[in-house]
């Protein structure tokens, strides 16, 4: 390896890395090709790749060798059609994963970077093996890289290029693994939390669009998922029902909130709120719409009361944003955006449970949502069915709720905010210059 | 012009093209290949640069991710394009500019019109970007090109402006920085000062036409955020690691440029704020000296908000504002020019005490820097300095009962802290001067040209304050006077002769007493060594305020007041042992010497508090050793007309120290006398001109009327009508003065109204009058007897001859008790010849031989008028005897004693009283009844044998007879200067009258007329009868 290591000093940046690329395509490739299940990566090729292709500086030999901007677009076209090129889908996941897996050193920024890019280019020629592998990484990657990458996207496609939504709107046919990962790391990086991380009108638009158009994109991962296997520490969740329900549920206080900061900082925020309203209506429909559908899944797979989608301590949360930020606003000015929020969460609170996505006691949830500011549907679904006369749902499906126990999938002791600071992966996005 | 209107059509024009493309994935994948190879697979032909920059350009629309890349390429493009825009310029007329420049421009234009949209419909999203690679872009761009031929030295700004805002590309790059700009200032201000900071340590002489053109556009912002992002890189330094080389600098570093440049490559960021603003202090210098004011005056606000989250921060801004702004200011002159004028308008006591409480929340080294910085700067002003002195000292002054300055006194504590800044700052100027000398003085005269003299500005603006510090030191307040003295010392060091003389001359004009004028001493001593001819220089400079009349006339007395007292201090230092010629005293009386001339008229000047300083002054000066007989002339006329004003004002009430003027004139008039025979001879002439001068007979009790005879009647009634001198002659025989003549007529009175009244003017006092005489023949007799002594001629203490005293004595009751010193025979010719001149009218028959007595009749009117003259002015008499007793200068008076006995021949003659007691010319006081008498008592001029003594017992006939008989022996023997001879061993001229052969016949006469009055005068008789 060093032999290799030394041969590729003397060259220039960009033909090292291609080197490197070779290199790593010729080893993986014969190595796939011997019996023994798929190999482990070796440390000296891992350090290859980073040094020539991510040009993380090594002590000893001063400055790196930067690429040049186009040099690196030069890169990534090479990788784009490597990828596109490689007929064998277990090839091009190792490969990929031998480039951009995350080590947890100082090299994964690069990677990141790199990753960003190469996803955004992959979006725009549409090269669908990229975005599958990519949506492949989304899955095991911690959330922080995920909301990091779906940013990059963002930036690109909806706020920068002006127009160009419609090139990552292709990204539905193209690839809807991608799609409904995206989906999820979008959901994770805007929470609504601040008037940053509100998410843009083209993207909510595009996204509502996707979902209207096929509301099983949603499950997509959930159902591909092999529920035995154990999800990795902080990733995404599997869907991104509960981030779709956070937007729908709060956006009527952020709006309130984004209409009082303009007012404060005189000046008058042009009224388009009045799309996004629908928008986000809409958005609420068809998640409850999902958690129909998913009732349904559930049942087929007789997962129900076993298996709950949405987490209780991330409901919580999510009530307890939606409290403190109805007290943020003033309550006189703002009743109807607090009475329509809580609306929306009560909807959501009842179809998730009554559809068994969301495990738990009405005691659990009066507990849960004591704090709330009084909302008449609210009170309703805390207090539960008096009599169902017409109940939709038996009432005999209700006994798990009584007793909740640890799922494969609940991780309760791991809530990690994509936008918590995790010391292990120290990535912090930059746009590109 | 054209550029704008043509950048919206362009870009209407192509923002729907550049969003309409159909971009299916693949022509996307195609595009990016042919990007990144500059191939075109679809037309299979190498793609020309233009429509590479086409399709990088298409991609930056569509693709994202190849953002960086496009920017990049562009950047070849723009390069590319400025390299050819060059060229042009540079080939300009070989050939038509129709280059690659212009096919490239549109493509630029291309650039800039998606760039300018992308940054106007998502400015947060894209103005970081955009200004980012702009701003980079236009550094490279401008030093890159900076040397070529086409492009203007970079300290040419301006030139340098025109060239780059001519040039299409970076006009572009400009208008989509400043957009850029525009859009961040709102939200991140920082940050792209920051990146304008950064480029332009980079690209630094380069790179400021940007800058300028920034700052230009958006001054405030510019000027405030720079101040910001600065103050912020301060902070995050720390003042420790900057403080260390300013503080080099501010000690005695040799070369203060080089320490700041060292200074600005460890700090980079307080480096660029200077050159920026710099840039702007020209044109936006008033936003720099508000802001600069303003960041110092919110710092030291009192923080309002501690509750707010960020006060911590802000608290430890402010305090490092203050160190930060001395900082900056220290790396920039021009901005020190900026603030220095108006610093102190702002520091009022409670902003001082805001500053001395946070300063004292420093460490203590940290305070020291800063006291260090603050006095480097303070030597640095430009201008403002003398207000910032005067605010410094004034706070720095204790506070007492007695100053109550405009501001109420400010804390103890800032009054330290100014006191001990002052005197950090003497010390370091202190240290500035001489040091500077120190450079100087090993070099060469030739070198020391070659080596530029170290300014210090401070101390030059202060060379115009020269004045006011000077009096401000003489108000000898406290400590106050004492720094100020010692920077009037360093002043003058530094500026060199011309501020010092201008120092000592203002404290020599100023100085009210003699405490006053020790400063001015104090101030010499130190500079007597480096600054030769410093007291001459000074006196010259006194003198020709003199002259131009600058001074008041207080002033002018303070002046003269203050050399007479240095002289008179020398003079004393000079009889005590070990006296230093160096002192100031001792050049001040070398030096006054020479001016004495120009002094002198101002003896005559209106005020009496002056003149009587010059005489003072005068008195007790030497005079030049070689003096011209003009300046002495000068000097003498001078000395005699005040000698006489003198006299006239101590006679008025009022005037108390009238004695002391007299002194001053007195001894002036002698030490003149002393000098030379000439200066003695000019003295005695004035001085009788003088006495008898028509303005001051009444002095000495004299009348004035008697002068009019001078004058011919007609004249006089000429002048007092004042009618045409065109009648007058026209009127026949007014013309011609026949006054001495055989026509002349006698006005005694007119016919029918008899003799004109005498004009009985005001007698002055008796007392006084006796005294001006005592004062008068005081001098004159000091003058001549000094003369003498001066002249050596008659060296020895002479005897005097007891009939001198004696006759003295007998006349006028004056007691004369000076000294025995002989008269001197030239001293008493001199008065002779005065006399003679300014009482006789004419010369003619002038001659010393003696006519025939019946002669006298052609010269009745002059003998008239002679007469007259002696009873109009009694001093003649005196004078009289004093030329007597120098002999044998009486021989020179001839005409006067042969008038006086003329008239007296005639008087007698024509009496008709039966004894000489009845006749109205007895009456003393009026005339002597017997000059000739006199005459003979106080020379030997008539022998003894014909001398009488005058009896009241004579008949008129006998006394005429008497008279006679003294005008025979007058004709008989002519009194001439030749007949005397010089008696060595009692230094006096005698005469010899055995010489004069038989006496017999003129004393016949006298016999007789002693017979006949035997029993009255026959004790006489003894004496005749040899």
């Known amino acids: 390896m060093s032999d290799i290591r030394h041969s590729l000093l003397r060259r220039d940046p960009l033909s090292a890395a291609k080197e490197v690329l070779y290199h790593l395509d010729i080893s993986l490739g014969s190595a796939l090709q011997a019996p023994g299940g798929p190999p482990a990566l070796e440390k000296a090729t891992v350090d290859l790749v980073e040094e020539f292709i991510f040009h993380a500086s090594r002590e000893r030999s001063g400055p790196p060798k930067r690429m040049s901007c186009v040099q690196e677009l030069q890169l990534l076209e090479i990788m784009c059609s490597y990828f596109q090129e490689q007929s064998k889908d277990a090839v091009?996941?190792?490969?990929?994963?031998?480039?951009?897996?995350?080590?947890?050193?100082?090299?994964?920024?690069?990677?990141?970077?790199?990753?960003?890019?190469?996803?955004?280019?992959?979006?725009?020629?549409?090269?669908?093996?990229?975005?599958?592998?990519?949506?492949?990484?989304?899955?095991?990657?911690?959330?922080?890289?995920?909301?990091?990458?779906?940013?990059?996207?963002?930036?690109?496609?909806?706020?920068?290029?002006?127009?160009?939504?419609?090139?990552?709107?292709?990204?539905?046919?193209?690839?809807?693994?991608?799609?409904?990962?995206?989906?999820?790391?979008?959901?994770?990086?805007?929470?609504?939390?601040?008037?940053?991380?509100?998410?843009?009108?083209?993207?909510?638009?595009?996204?509502?669009?996707?979902?209207?158009?096929?509301?099983?994109?949603?499950?997509?991962?959930?159902?591909?998922?092999?529920?035995?296997?154990?999800?990795?520490?902080?990733?995404?969740?599997?869907t991104p029902l509960l981030g779709l329900l956070r937007w729908s549920i709060k956006a009527p206080l952020a709006a309130q909130r984004k209409r009082k900061h303009g007012l404060t900082n005189g000046q008058p925020e042009a009224e388009k709120g009045a799309g996004c309203e629908e928008l986000y209506s809409k958005l609420h429909l068809s998640v409850l719409q999902v958690f129909l559908m998913l009732q349904a899944h559930l049942t087929e797979k007789n997962l129900i009361g076993r298996l709950s989608v949405l987490q209780v301590d991330h409901v919580a949360a999510l009530v307890e944003e939606v409290g403190r930020l109805g007290e943020e606003l003033n309550p006189l000015n703002a009743a109807n955006h607090i009475q329509l929020a809580l609306d929306r969460m009560a909807q959501a609170l009842q179809v998730a449970m009554a559809s068994g996505a969301l495990l738990c006691t009405r005691e659990d949830l009066r507990m849960l949502c004591s704090r709330l500011p009084h909302n008449n549907l609210l009170q309703l679904v805390m207090s539960g069915p008096v009599q169902q006369p017409h109940a939709p749902f038996q009432p005999n499906l209700y006994p798990h709720i009584h007793a909740p126990r640890a799922t494969p999938l609940a991780h309760p002791a791991h809530v990690i905010s994509p936008h918590s600071f995790h010391p292990a992966i120290g990535f912090a996005y930059r746009p590109i210059r | 012009f054209f550029a704008r209107w043509f950048v919206p059509c362009l870009f209407a024009m192509q923002t729907p093209l550049c969003h309409a493309l159909p971009a299916s994935p693949q022509e996307l994948a195609l595009e990016i290949k042919a990007f990144l190879t500059g191939f075109d697979q679809t037309q299979g032909r190498k793609l020309s640069v233009r429509d590479h920059a086409r399709c990088a350009v298409r991609l930056l629309c569509t693709v994202p991710a190849c953002r960086g890349a496009v920017l990049e390429h562009l950047r070849e493009?723009?390069?590319?394009?400025?390299?050819?825009?060059?060229?042009?310029?540079?080939?300009?007329?070989?050939?038509?500019g129709g280059g690659v420049g212009a096919n490239l421009e549109d493509v630029v234009k291309e650039v800039h019109a998606v760039l300018s949209e992308f940054v106007r419909l998502n400015p947060k999203a894209w103005a970081p970007l955009v200004s980012a690679w702009a701003v980079d872009l236009l550094g490279h761009l401008s030093s890159k090109h900076a040397g070529r031929r086409a492009a203007p030295h970079s300290s040419s700004l301006n030139e340098l402006l025109q060239l780059w805002m001519s040039c299409t590309a970076t006009r572009c790059l400009m208008d989509i920085y400043s957009q850029c700009l525009a859009a961040m200032l709102a939200w991140c201000p920082d940050a792209c000062v920051d990146a304008l900071l950064d480029t332009s340590v980079q690209h630094s002489p380069h790179f400021d036409w940007v800058v300028a053109h920034i700052g230009s556009a958006f001054p405030d912002t510019i000027i405030s955020r720079v101040l910001a992002c600065g103050l912020k890189d301060f902070c995050a330094h720390g003042m420790t690691g900057s403080e260390k080389p300013s503080q080099q600098a501010a000690r005695a570093s040799p070369n203060p440029m080089m320490a700041a440049v060292d200074k600005s490559n460890r700090v980079p960021k307080i480096g660029s704020v200077v050159g920026i603003l710099g840039h702007l202090a020209s044109r936006h210098s008033d936003s720099i000296k508000r802001e600069l004011f303003r960041m110092f005056q919110d710092s030291l606000s009192p923080s309002a908000g501690q509750t707010t989250p960020g006060w911590e921060v802000t608290a430890h801004l402010n305090r490092v504002t203050v160190p930060f702004l001395l900082q900056l200011i220290a790396l920039s002159p021009t901005l020190l020019g900026a603030v220095s004028f108006e610093l102190v308008d702002s520091l009022r006591p409670p902003l001082l005490l805001q500053l001395q409480c946070q300063l004292q929340g420093l460490p203590q080294d940290e305070q020291e820097n800063l006291l260090g910085l603050a006095v480097h700067l303070i030597s640095q002003f430009p201008a403002g300095g003398a207000r910032l002195l005067h605010f410094l000292a004034d706070t720095a002054t204790p506070a007492s009962v007695i100053i109550s300055g405009p501001s109420p006194s400010p804390h103890d504590g800032v009054r330290e802290c100014c006191d001990r800044l002052l005197q950090m700052l003497l010390l370091h100027l202190h240290k500035l001067v001489y040091s500077r000398l120190d450079i100087d003085e090993p070099c060469n005269p030739s070198s020391s040209l070659s080596t530029p003299v170290r300014v210090i500005p401070f101390l030059e603006e202060l060379q115009s304050h020269v004045a006011e510090l000077c009096g401000e030191t003489l108000r000898l307040e406290r400590k106050r006077h004492l720094w100020l003295h010692q920077l009037l010392c360093l002043l003058s060091v530094y500026g060199g002769p011309t501020v010092a003389t201008e120092a000592?001359?203002?404290?020599?004009?100023?100085?009210?007493?003699?405490?006053?004028?020790?400063?001015?001493?104090?101030?010499?001593?130190?500079?007597?060594?480096?600054?030769?001819?410093?007291?001459?220089?000074?006196?010259?400079?006194?003198?020709?305020?003199?002259?131009?009349?600058?001074?008041?006339?207080?002033?002018?007395?303070?002046?003269?007041?203050?050399?007479?007292?240095?002289?008179?201090?020398?003079?004393?230092?000079?009889?005590?042992?070990g006296a230093g010629q160096a002192s100031m005293a001792a050049q001040v009386a070398a030096a006054v010497p020479?001016?004495?001339?120009?002094?002198?008229?101002?003896?005559?000047?209106?005020?009496?508090?002056?003149?009587?300083?010059?005489?003072?002054?005068?008195?007790?000066?030497?005079?030049?050793?070689?003096?011209?007989?003009?300046?002495?002339?000068?000097?003498?006329?001078?000395?005699?007309?005040?000698?006489?004003?003198?006299?006239?004002?101590?006679?008025?009430?009022?005037?108390?120290?009238?004695?002391?003027?007299?002194?001053?004139?007195?001894r002036l008039l002698a030490r003149l006398a002393a000098y030379s025979p000439l200066a003695l001879k000019s003295v005695l002439q004035q001085l009788v001109e003088g006495a008898l001068h028509k303005g001051n007979v009444d002095l000495f009790g004299g009348q004035s009327q008697g002068q009019g005879g001078g004058i011919t009647p007609s004249a006089a009634v000429i002048l007092d009508t004042g009618s045409s001198l065109l009648d007058i002659n026209c009127t026949f025989g007014t013309t011609v003065n026949f006054a001495g003549s055989v026509w002349s007529v006698f006005h005694a009175g007119e016919v029918g109204k008899g003799l004109k009244p005498p004009s009985n003017s005001l007698q002055p006092d008796p007392d006084r009058v006796i005294q001006n005489l005592q004062t008068l023949l005081a001098i004159t007799i000091q003058c001549c007897t000094s003369a003498g002594a001066g002249s050596g001629a008659n060296g020895?203490?002479?005897?005097?001859?007891?009939?001198?005293?004696?006759?003295?004595?007998?006349?006028?009751?004056?007691?004369?008790?000076?000294?025995?010193?002989?008269?001197?025979?030239?001293?008493?010719?001199?008065?002779?010849?005065?006399?003679?001149?300014?009482?006789?009218?004419?010369?003619?028959?002038?001659?010393?031989?003696?006519?025939?007595?019946?002669?006298?009749k052609t010269t009745v009117e002059r003998d008239i008028y002679i007469r007259r003259a002696f009873e109009a002015n009694p001093v003649l008499f005196h004078l009289l005897r004093v030329v007597a007793a120098g002999r044998p200068a009486l021989c020179y008076c001839s005409v006067i004693l042969r008038a006086l006995l003329a008239t007296l021949l005639a008087h007698w003659e024509a009496s008709r009283e039966p004894s000489v007691l009845d006749s109205p010319w007895h009456r003393p006081g009026v005339l002597p009844p017997c000059p000739p008498a006199w005459a003979r008592a106080s020379s030997f001029l008539l022998s003894s044998a014909t001398s009488t003594s005058s009896s009241p017992h004579l008949t008129p006939f006998e006394v005429r007879l008497l008279l006679v008989g003294v005008w025979e022996y007058m004709r008989g023997n002519t009194p001439v200067p030749q007949k005397f001879t010089f008696s060595a061993e009692k230094g006096l001229f005698y005469r010899d009258f055995s010489r004069d052969g038989d006496v017999v016949r003129y004393v016949a006469p006298i016999h007789s007329v002693l017979h006949k009055n035997i029993d009255e005068l026959g004790h006489l008789c003894w004496r005749f009868q040899n």
């Open chain 1, 92 to 238: 091009r996941q190792l490969i990929f994963s031998a480039l951009f897996g995350l080590q947890g050193n100082q090299a994964d920024d690069c990677r990141m970077a790199m990753l960003g890019k190469l996803v955004s280019m992959g979006v725009a020629v549409c090269c669908v093996p990229i975005l599958e592998c990519a949506a492949a990484w989304l899955q095991r990657s911690h959330a922080v890289c995920c909301v990091g990458i779906a940013r990059v996207l963002v930036d690109d496609y909806c706020t920068l290029v002006p127009g160009s939504t419609s090139t990552l709107q292709q990204v539905f046919s193209a690839s809807p693994r991608f799609c409904c990962q995206f989906i999820t790391a979008v959901t994770a990086l805007y929470d609504l939390s601040s008037e940053e991380l509100t998410p843009p009108p083209p993207l909510l638009e595009m996204v509502v669009g996707w979902i209207t158009e096929d509301h099983r994109l949603l499950l997509l991962t959930f159902l591909n998922m092999p529920l035995t296997s154990p999800l990795p520490l902080g990733c995404l969740e599997l």
């Open chain 2, 77 to 96: 493009v723009y390069d590319e394009y400025v390299a050819a825009f060059l060229q042009d310029l540079e080939v300009e007329g070989d050939r038509d």
């Open chain 2, 504 to 577: 000592l001359c203002q404290l020599l004009t100023l100085a009210r007493n003699p405490e006053e004028l020790t400063l001015a001493s104090q101030l010499y001593a130190p500079l007597s060594v480096s600054l030769p001819g410093l007291v001459p220089a000074a006196l010259d400079r006194c003198v020709a305020q003199v002259h131009t009349q600058n001074l008041s006339s207080r002033e002018l007395a303070q002046l003269l007041n203050n050399l007479a007292a240095a002289v008179h201090s020398q003079e004393e230092d000079a009889k005590g042992p």
């Open chain 2, 594 to 666: 020479a001016h004495l001339h120009n002094f002198c008229h101002l003896l005559l000047h209106g005020d009496h508090a002056v003149s009587r300083s010059a005489a003072r002054l005068l008195s007790c000066s030497q005079l030049p050793h070689a003096a011209s007989s003009s300046h002495l002339v000068q000097i003498s006329r001078a000395a005699v007309a005040h000698f006489f004003l003198a006299l006239r004002q101590r006679g008025l009430s009022g005037v108390s120290d009238g004695g002391e003027a007299v002194s001053y004139s007195m």
């Open chain 2, 796 to 856: 020895g203490n002479g005897s005097s001859s007891g009939t001198l005293n004696g006759s003295r004595h007998n006349h006028g009751g004056e007691t004369l008790s000076d000294g025995p010193a002989p008269i001197n025979a030239e001293a008493a010719k001199a008065v002779a010849v005065a006399l003679v001149e300014n009482i006789c009218p004419d010369v003619a028959n002038g001659e010393l031989a003696w006519p025939p007595e019946d002669h006298a």
